[in-house]
């Protein structure tokens, strides 16, 4: 892929909506009423998005030439967004960083992407190779926004709806990440697909608490929510006792967060004791919430509406929402697909396969990104026939609804039979003691792969107890082989659990 190719090919006028142009439409409607706030700073519609087109002027005036990749190394703020949309503006490509990133990993997004600049906060610009141009997303002394109405505003050409906009890495849970190409259209196409199908409207309060790297904080839910012209609150992580404050104030009632943050929430020792009435809507998603979990969850929670948000990055990432209506008698199901994507469920073959049958999900959708960056094979091996191979195994029912049944690449050989590990993952959660879990296939000479869960506890309990727990609740084939104690699960920022290290890790 080269700089002109990224560019896109539109020329003159900018044709279609852009990303920028969200934003932009929402100023132009309410300019005076609060988009963002981070910390002691707020900043109405308008004023978001004259910092907008300063720090696209700003980045203009680096150098940089539509389609240069600019990458993004930064903790949340308002900077952060500022630092993508300019991005969009100037017609540059963002390329966002999981900022936990270190050493071999971090260089390998940086130089495989061809981010020229990397814009970062101090804190983490020492972690960057030497000889990568940086520039500071905020100083020390948190300042650098308050000189912005110094930078004169970007006037030049705008984007094209067809041109990439950001390379969004994969999780890598499985492989090296690629950079899934992503275009205006596209995520302009998921915004729209977002504010329908999760009801999202400019009366809600929305906090923003999981890093907005992650393709599901930003584009499923800021951006969406700059659209329809709500005001929304960012937060530098999903701390409990400040989302509780928010929500008791009224400053704040929506959220999303992933299955671990929702279980750390419940676990709070102030869950249960704080008025969090105020809270009206609660989406999940990044990995698969267990139903024992969610009971809890609504049983504490009555009144809160539960969304359920499925996908992956090279969608944008939203792909089937189920929505609070839809909960009852398929609390395991994900959903049905958002307004602008199709999905099916295919074999092996790539062919359709009857409703109630595990099979590979497909997708066909503008929302879809176009291939990987700088890697035509693997791009080449994700679309078949005009449909994206998503990798995750599921089952479609009558009505329509899908539900995930594991990654394909998780799914466990055992004894030549296959097994699904959130099957075990669920029958584990119904066991007080158990926290956390996660369940992997490990090489066996007998078994092939020999079930085995990774447990989190939360009380003392013996591997010989949840044996006995789990055999009561599955068949005699799924039932884990072994239980192995740990403090803590492996994860990314958004919430996966790794399975990849836990597999490293425990393998003889």
């Known amino acids: 892929m080269t700089t002109s190719q990224a560019a896109g090919s539109g020329a003159g006028a900018a044709a279609g909506s852009t990303v920028d142009g969200v934003l932009r439409r929402s100023a132009r409607r309410t300019p005076a ?6 910390g002691p700073r707020s900043w109405t519609y308008e004023e978001l998005d004259d910092a907008v087109s300063r720090a696209a002027g700003a980045l203009r005036a680096l150098g940089l030439a539509p389609g240069d990749r600019v990458g993004a190394y930064g903790h949340n703020s308002d900077a952060y967004l500022i630092g993508f949309l300019g991005c969009a503006r100037a017609g540059l490509v963002h390329v966002p960083v999981n900022q936990n990133l270190t050493g071999d990993d971090l260089a390998y997004i940086v130089r495989q992407s061809g981010s020229g600049v990397v814009l970062t906060d101090p804190d983490l610009a020492g972690r960057l190779p030497d000889d990568v141009r940086t520039v500071a997303l905020r100083d020390a002394d948190d300042s650098l926004l308050a000189r912005l109405p110094a930078t ?84 530098d992580a999903p701390a409990a006792d400040r989302i509780f404050d928010l929500v008791e104030a009224g400053e704040a009632d929506s959220l999303f967060a992933p299955p671990t943050v929702w279980i750390g929430l419940s676990q709070h020792p102030d869950f249960a004791a704080r008025d969090l009435s105020g809270l009206r809507k609660a989406y999940y998603g990044a990995s698969i919430m267990p139903v024992p979990v969610l009971e809890r969850l609504r049983a504490r929670l009555p009144g809160l509406a539960f969304y359920n948000c499925f996908g992956q990055s090279e969608i944008g990432p939203l792909a089937t929402v189920l929505g609070p209506d839809e909960h009852e008698g398929r609390m395991d199901a994900c959903g049905r697909p958002v307004l602008f994507v199709e999905a099916k469920v295919v074999d092996e073959d790539g062919k359709d396969v009857p409703d109630g049958t595990p099979g590979e999900v497909v997708y066909r959708s503008p929302q879809l990104c176009d291939g990987y960056w700088d890697k035509p094979q693997e791009s080449e091996q994700a679309f078949r026939d005009g449909w994206f191979r998503s990798g995750d195994l599921a089952v479609r029912d009558t009505e329509g609804y899908f539900t995930v049944v594991d990654r394909v690449k998780d799914v466990i050989n055992s004894g030549g039979v296959l097994v699904a590990s959130r099957q075990v993952e669920d029958a584990l959660y119904t066991h007080p003691a158990v926290a956390e879990t996660a369940v992997i296939g490990l090489p066996d000479e007998r078994w092939i792969e020999a079930v085995t869960a990774v447990v989190v506890r939360s009380a003392e309990v013996t591997e010989a107890e949840l044996l006995d727990h789990a055999r009561e609740k599955l068949a005699h084939f799924k039932a884990p082989k072994r239980i192995v104690f740990v403090d803590e699960l492996p994860r990314n920022a958004s919430g996966k659990i790794l399975k990849r290290e836990l597999r490293d890790r425990f393998t003889e």
């Open 33 to 38: 009423r609060v988009a963002v706030r981070y």
């Open 152 to 235: 004169a505003p970007y006037d030049g050409a705008q984007p094209d709806a067809a041109d990439l906009v950001q390379l969004l890495y994969t999780s890598g849970t499985t492989a090296l990440p690629k950079g899934a190409m992503m275009s205006h259209r596209a995520l302009v196409h998921e915004y729209v697909s977002a504010i329908h199908a999760l009801d999202l409207k400019e009366t809600d309060r929305p906090v923003h608490s999981l890093p907005l790297y992650h393709s599901a904080q930003m584009h499923v839910f800021l951006l969406p929510y700059l659209a329809v012209g709500a005001t929304s609150t960012i937060l």
